[in-house]
């Protein structure tokens, strides 16, 4: 049987093995993380430390599932190619284009006023800064809100790559 770790020439390329390697090792570490951060959860007994260790939590389990996929894309790519992998390919051009491109442009507007309405809200929040959660939750909203941009901006890349 074929499998990921196969040398023979009919079993995946260097890279591909190399790649798998790699991904699968990440896999375990994200769950060694995991698991640290729920034994961290569990011997403290301050509830401020719980709540963020349970959105580091929540973090680290969307990692683990994402290098979970990651390799087994990479598995349906090196050994059965004409599948559907689990991470979809980009098919971005035998899509409706148009359609995508005014929806991404209108999201993005969207992530936009919603990162200068948060910047007001961190100034508000000002004299609880170092007396409060509630600075910090702001704060990890404004990055998640740039990584809201950062994928929108993928998609209008790669969707507008074809049109012109
Ligand atoms: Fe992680
Ligand atoms: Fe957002």
């Known amino acids: 049987m074929t499998d990921m770790k196969n040398e023979s020439s009919a079993g995946p390329s260097a ?3 190399d790649l798998h390697a790699h991904l699968t090792s990440h896999v375990a570490i994200e769950r060694g993380m ?3 951060y729920r034994s961290a959860a569990e011997a403290s007994t ?3 430390f719980k709540y963020l260790v349970d959105l580091l939590i929540e973090d680290e389990i969307r990692h683990h599932q994402i290098f979970l996929d990651l390799a087994d894309s990479l ?3 090196a050994l059965k190619p004409g599948t559907d ?3 979809p390919n980009l098919d971005f051009n035998q899509t409706n284009q148009d359609a995508i491109l005014e ?3 209108q999201l993005l507007e969207k992530e936009q006023e919603d990162a200068l309405e948060l910047k007001r809200l961190q100034r508000e929040l000002r004299d609880v800064k170092n007396t409060s959660l509630w600075g910090l939750l702001v704060d990890l909203m404004e990055r998640d809100t740039q990584k809201h941009i950062a994928i929108l901006n993928f998609a209008k890349k790669n969707v507008g790559r074809r049109k012109r």
């Open 15 to 17: 890279w591909e093995r």
């Open 34 to 36: 995991l698991e640290e």
């Open 46 to 48: 301050s509830k401020a």
């Open 75 to 77: 598995e349906t790519f």
């Open 85 to 87: 992998p689990k991470i």
């Open 103 to 105: 929806l991404t442009e």
